[in-house]
Nanobody
């Protein structure tokens, strides 16, 4: 059994920064890849950032140059650093991890979602 817990959201003014974290707990072997999604009211869920097991990254055009995804396997965690935040970044953010079990099986897990609000 694996659980993901997100933290670091909140309210920030335009131009400010926030760092979201996602920590996995339970019994597993390793994290394969990591993704961050977001969903704003009235909009579909959007893939924001991806970090593969090889270290390659991909970002939505709307956040390129402002967001950075990273991971720390020693702490079973990952993060999304968000800089130069804009009101249109306001959304619920979800981490999504593909995790190898100790039985060599790959499974998908989701964080609970955390609110990010960018407003004056």
């Amino acid at each position: 059994q694996v659980e993901l817990v997100e933290s670091g959201g909140g309210l920030v003014q335009p131009g400010g920064s926030l760092r979201l974290s996602c920590t996995a707990s339970g019994s597993f072997y390793s994290i394969n890849d990591m993704n961050w999604y977001r969903q704003a009211p009235g909009k579909t869920r959007e893939l924001v950032a991806l970090l593969s097991r090889t270290g390659s990254t991909n970002y939505a055009d709307s956040v390129k140059g402002r967001f950075t995804i990273s991971r720390d396997n020693s702490r079973n965690s990952g993060s999304l650093q968000m800089n130069s935040l804009k009101p249109e970044d306001t959304a619920v953010y979800y981490c999504n991890l593909n995790i190898w079990s100790t039985m060599n099986r790959l499974s998908e897990y989701w964080g609970q979602g955390i609110q990010v609000t960018v407003s004056s």
